[in-house]
């Protein structure tokens, strides 16, 4: 193998750059000429391919975001799509991929290999860390700590005025970010995609806890099967009925996924943009280079996609304990 390039696709997350710069770096090092692929997918299709040197990934691990882009593509989606990408790599001789994004990027990957038979190894890349074969993902724990940040700010609003605050965080299908940055924001409940929420419990709850306190903390997933944020607050509201309580409601959104990446981020995006490239090089394919146990491994993508990642019981617990 002597040419290889990478690209990120998906939702962009904190560490993405940091492991661009690894995977040249590293190629670089073992003697390959490597390539960016901008915009994903969809630029792989569209030939925006450049050779990327030392020089070109100077000044970026401390950025948030990723200087390759990120799009959707639903070209790709197609076999036509899909053949032009390869041509379109066949034609500059690069002989194997790196692909950092979450599981629809690795499904994309899959097919792509089935397909060409062009290796690629994937890099976990997503702030939701609900990719099965990692212990934790690229950007997950700088997420954590920009829900944190936010999270102590709206304490000190919330203890002001005896508030109820909601808070929504990002996690469609998984509550990694919630059950994190609610432990360490010391929230009394978190509500999760994984787990069922009972509002008469949390409404008993919350009777309870205004004998003791005047405010309170509630961190909710967006994928949680009571609803969003609002949702939940509005029903939960309904059913206290006490005027002299103020319930709010704080979106974080998009400020989750920005920001200059943690150091745990940029080492874990280093180490895992190095094993990708040295995994391509021992004939490794169509898995995805993470780190179990401070251990680097190499998970086939069809577990990647097709197992679930389960939350940390002992986190569920300490929830319970720590809210009364």
């Avoid at 829900?147 to 002001?160: S, V, W």
């Avoid at 990694?176 to 509002?199: H, K, N, Q």
Wanted: glycine content about 12%; proline content about 2%; charged content about 25%.
């Amino acid at each position: 193998m002597k040419k290889i390039a990478v690209f990120t696709s998906g939702g962009d997350s904190p560490g993405m750059n940091a492991c661009v710069r690894a995977v040249v770096r590293t190629a670089i090092f073992k003697g390959l000429e490597v390539y960016g692929i901008y915009r994903g997918y969809e630029g792989m299709i569209d030939g925006e391919i450049k050779r990327m040197h030392s020089y070109s990934v100077s000044n970026i691990v401390q950025r948030g975001g990723t200087i390759l882009k990120s799009a959707r593509s639903e070209k790709f989606k197609t076999p036509e799509g899909r053949k032009k990408a390869f041509e379109n790599l066949k034609a500059l001789g690069i002989e194997g991929l790196i692909a950092i994004g979450g599981d629809g990027t690795f499904t994309g990957a899959k097919i792509f290999n089935e397909e060409f038979g062009i290796p690629v190894v994937g890099c976990p890349g997503t702030i939701d860390n609900d990719i099965y074969g990692t212990d934790y993902t690229i950007g997950f724990d700088t997420a954590v700590n920009t829900a944190l940040e936010a999270i102590d700010k709206i304490r000190d609003t919330a203890a002001a005025h005896d508030r109820i605050f909601f808070i929504e965080v990002m996690g469609r299908d998984a509550g990694f970010l919630a059950v994190e940055s609610g432990i360490g924001g010391g929230a009394e409940f978190v509500m999760v995609p994984e787990t069922a929420t009972d509002l008469d419990a949390v409404v008993k709850s919350l009777k309870n806890l205004r004998k003791s306190k005047s405010s309170s903390i509630i961190v909710v997933a967006e994928g949680d099967d009571e609803g969003n944020a609002e949702e939940i607050m509005a029903k939960i509201k309904s059913k206290i009925k006490d005027e002299s309580k103020e319930f709010k409601v704080t979106t974080l959104g998009h400020i989750q996924r920005g920001g200059n990446p943690t150091a745990r981020d940029r080492v874990l995006a280093s180490r895992c943009g190095m094993a990708a490239v040295e995994g391509l090089l021992i004939g490794k394919s169509s898995c995805m280079a993470g780190v179990m146990n401070q251990e680097v491994v190499y998970t086939p993508f069809t577990d990647c996609i097709g197992k679930t990642k389960p939350l940390i019981e002992d986190h569920l617990k300490l929830i319970d304990i720590l809210s009364i």
